[in-house]
């Protein structure tokens, strides 16, 4: 039995005297006040860390405490203690791994109390925004003395012609029947495990892939020396083969190409908390938008993410650490690393196992310890580990080839116990990962090239002999001629620039040895504040940038989910766009200069609604899969333009009404149309992204300022004010990457037009969302709970 541990947690924050009461996910980072003296800087989003205690009674039965019992975590950030009734049972360092609390020997009958401390008080700890506290669910997991064990199923594909699982079940002791059942619920197979493991034919059997994501459930039972059953077990699996070699990475062997973006892990405006809906939700935006990949960028995922990309059809790149043991930011996990990558790597596995979507591990992100004997010996080591406790997924990293290649040449070598090496702190302050993003800035996208050289591929090749496929982080320059120098390599572009989609793409589709592209990032996130964004701002300019900036403004969609220029771009690119798309630069600051940040090629957003702009010189991109497009402004043609990387551009004047372009084949037939309409009288409207609610479920509901049609006016901004009945509201708030709005205030200011509510629903009947301008005016909506 398995019960939800998510509610009746008294919070406080360690000093404190008050405990508040609150439900699970929580990040308690996201309730702290930024600070523009924050020790977390720009890289933290300002916010400042802490000690953040959790709290809980749980009563147990004279019965149940004879039987085994086991607390899950699926994340708390970071260095978690838990205690059990004032005695500590449990430590687990990495922030972002899941752990397990056995309580046996540790409960009583009756009243017991669960303290869980979580610590990131020393700043900074991350070079992104992390979140704190017990930011995933928790369960408790009530079993007999034998039993099958947590995440003890393992599913694993022998062939699909015929098709032949084989399934283990870990477990204390016995037998163990196992049945496969189908999506309709029928049984589809059956077997009794004796031993380790079993081999299961399974007739007419469904493939997953991204096509056909279908997914097969499991139930084991433990049987008795009498076959009562003693325990049960359920999880599901899909029916998947992988392979890869310098001729493709194949999916049930059918060549496939990685259309993928990179993501952190939190959530908008939730901050890091996981939720389902959140999850699904995002995977499902990327899946419509020609996504087919994920890189979990660069510390393993949720279970919700893998059970979203398994439901969807979106394969996974599974990251495990952004550090090995050189810290990269003073107090990040680097000091604790060598004591548990081990089970880390453990726990990822066990984990992800059983899930279609995953299809690569990766053993780090930008790591600098290649250059050296040590890290390549470790790389070994971690490679060899993994490939022995899961032998069906490809061993791959995030290698920074110009990274790697400057460490062996002195520069951004660290001490093995953290810090910078001073009698090398000039060179090591050159090469560090936090500076080649600031060199990167300045340089540009000529940053591909810098690894092109002899050196270079001399000092990185022992570390990418190791991996069963080679990450390449901004270094497209090699692709074309790795074919010839490693005739055995396989590359994927585990992190470019979305600017370089259409180049990149046209070399992974040329070469089978490239097998995808992995842009930095789908997702906008919080943290690493200003990284890509393009701004009127005075305090734009440099890497690190200052209070109140807020998000990194890189992705292909913004904080809330809407799509930018970039998402439209590489839709136009993968071939899924089957009209033009059309993407406007805003035109609401005229005669300024903007000041462009490398991580994004456009600022463009799909409106054509700017108001009092008319007579202002405003750029409009048209993206398609073409050999030209047309562009016109209230029926009055602009001309055509010729299709260079699915992209064309046109400089004109703005004008109330619309823009429409029309795209066009190689023998001038119109093969698409699409069109943007200036929004008539805009107003405030709320709209739920659900049409009916559970209680317990997480609803969407966009804030808006648009016409009655739905096109949103971009340049009207308003503070709104939302309140809920009928459900707690989670977080609010925009896609502004420098605001000192706060997530938590139920109060924030449009940007574009757009800003989000996420909420829970508590009520058993409707959920009434009201929200209010600044000009007083004000709308509501009600969404009925089934």
């Known amino acids: 039995m398995v ?53 809980r009674k749980i009563m147990l039965t004279e019965d149940q405490v004879q039987m085994h019992l086991t607390l899950e975590v699926e994340g708390a950030y970071k260095n978690a203690e838990v205690f059990v009734n004032g005695q500590e049972v449990y430590q687990a360092a990495y922030g972002y791994s899941p752990f397990f609390v056995i309580l046996d020997g540790h409960i009583k009958a009756g009243e017991n109390t669960i303290l869980v401390k979580t610590d990131n008080s020393q700043q900074p700890d991350s ?108 999880d599901t699996f899909g029916v998947r083969l992988i392979t890869w070699s310098p001729k493709g990475f194949f999916v049930n062997g ?64 599974d990251e495990t650490w952004d550090m090995w043991y050189s810290h990269k930011s003073k107090y990040d996990y680097a000091t604790e690393f060598m004591s548990h990558y081990k089970e880390d790597l453990e726990a990822m596995v066990r984990r992800d196992y059983n899930h279609p979507s995953v299809v690569m591990y990766s053993i780090g992100n930008e790591v600098s310890e290649p250059a050296s004997q040590k890290g390549v010996a470790l790389s070994q080591e971690m490679a060899d580990y993994l490939r022995n406790l899961d032998e069906t997924r490809a061993v791959t990293a995030g290698f920074n080839l110009m990274i790697i290649k400057s460490s062996a040449e002195g520069k951004g070598v660290y001490k093995e116990e953290g810090g910078r090496n001073d009698s090398n702190e000039a060179k090591a302050a050159g090469m560090s990962s936090t500076m080649f993003n600031m060199i990167t800035s300045m340089v540009g996208t000529g940053m591909n090239k810098a690894a092109n050289g002899r050196k270079a ?29 490693h005739p055995d390599r396989i590359v994927v572009g585990s992190e470019t620039f979305p600017q370089d989609i259409a180049k990149n793409w046209a070399m992974v589709k040329k070469y089978p040895y490239l097998i995808g592209d992995f842009m930095w990032t789908a997702w906008d996130y919080i943290g690493e504040a200003g990284v890509g964004t393009w701004s009127y701002e005075a305090d734009a300019k440099g890497f690190d940038k200052p209070y109140p900036w807020l998000l990194a403004d890189t992705g292909a ?39 462009k940040a490398t991580w994004r090629g456009t600022n463009a957003i799909p409106s054509w609604s700017w108001k009092n702009c008319d007579g202002n010189k405003v750029m409009v991109e048209v993206y398609a899969d073409a050999a030209k497009v047309e562009l016109l402004v209230n029926g009055k043609s602009l001309g055509c333009k010729k299709v260079k990387d699915a992209r064309a551009i046109f400089k004109t004047t703005y004008v109330t009404g619309n823009v429409e372009a029309v795209s066009y084949d190689a023998a001038g037939k119109e093969i698409g149309r699409s069109r943007l309409q200036s929004a008539k009288n805009a107003s405030l409207h709320l709209l739920p992204e659900k049409k009916e609610v559970s209680v317990g479920e997480i609803v969407y509901v966009k804030a808006v300022l648009a016409d009655d049609s739905g096109n949103v006016e971009s340049n009207q901004d308003s503070k709104v004010q939302v309140t809920v009945e009928g459900g707690k509201l989670l977080g609010f708030g925009s896609a502004n990457p420098r605001t000192e709005d706060r997530f938590d205030a139920g109060e924030y200011t449009t940007y574009y037009g757009n800003a989000l509510a996420v909420i829970r629903v508590t009520d058993a009947n409707v959920v009434t969302v009201q929200a209010k301008t600044e000009d007083g005016s004000w709308v509501e909506c009600r969404i009925p709970v089934i």
């Open 3 to 55: 019960q939800s541990m998510n509610d009746g947690w008294l919070f406080y924050k360690e000093g404190d005297k008050q405990k508040q009461s609150v439900m699970l996910p929580h990040d308690a980072m996201l309730h702290e006040k930024r600070d523009p003296k924050a020790e977390s800087g720009s890289a933290g989003a300002f916010f400042p860390g802490g000690v953040f205690c959790y709290e």
């Open 127 to 234: 070079r992104w925004y992390s979140g704190a506290g017990i930011y995933r669910p928790v369960w408790l997991h009530i079993q007999p003395k034998d039993h099958i064990a947590i995440e003890g199923i393992r599913v694993k594909t022998v062939s699909i012609d015929p098709t032949v699982m084989e399934v283990s079940v870990e477990r204390t002791a016995g037998k163990v029947q196992v049945e496969i059942i189908d999506a309709e619920g029928k049984q589809a197979a059956t077997a009794l495990l004796e031993k380790d493991s079993v081999q299961i034919p399974l007739p007419k059997a469904h493939l997953w892939s991204e096509e056909i994501p279908y997914l097969y459930g499991i139930r084991a039972s433990l049987l008795g020396a009498d076959s009562s059953i003693l325990d049960q077990a359920k």
């Open 254 to 317: 059918k060549e496939t190409l990685l259309r993928g973006g990179c993501i952190h892990h939190d959530n908008g405006v939730l901050g890091a908390c996981t939720y389902d809906e959140s999850e699904m939700r995002r995977i499902r935006i990327l899946k419509e938008n020609g996504y087919n990949a994920i890189r979990c960028a660069h510390n393993p995922c949720s279970k919700a993410l893998l059970r979203a990309c398994d439901a969807l059809g979106v394969y996974i790149m």
């Open 457 to 485: 591929d001399e000092v990185t090749s022992p570390g990418c002999a190791i991996l069963d496929i080679c990450g390449y982080n901004y270094a497209s320059g090699r692709y074309a001629k790795e074919g010839q120098i």
């Open 557 to 595: 969609f913004d904080l809330l989910g809407n799509p930018t220029g970039e998402a439209m771009w590489a839709k136009a690119v993968w071939g899924y766009a089957k009209q033009p798309l059309i993407g406007v630069q805003p035109c609401n600051h005229p005669n300024e200069k903007i000041i």
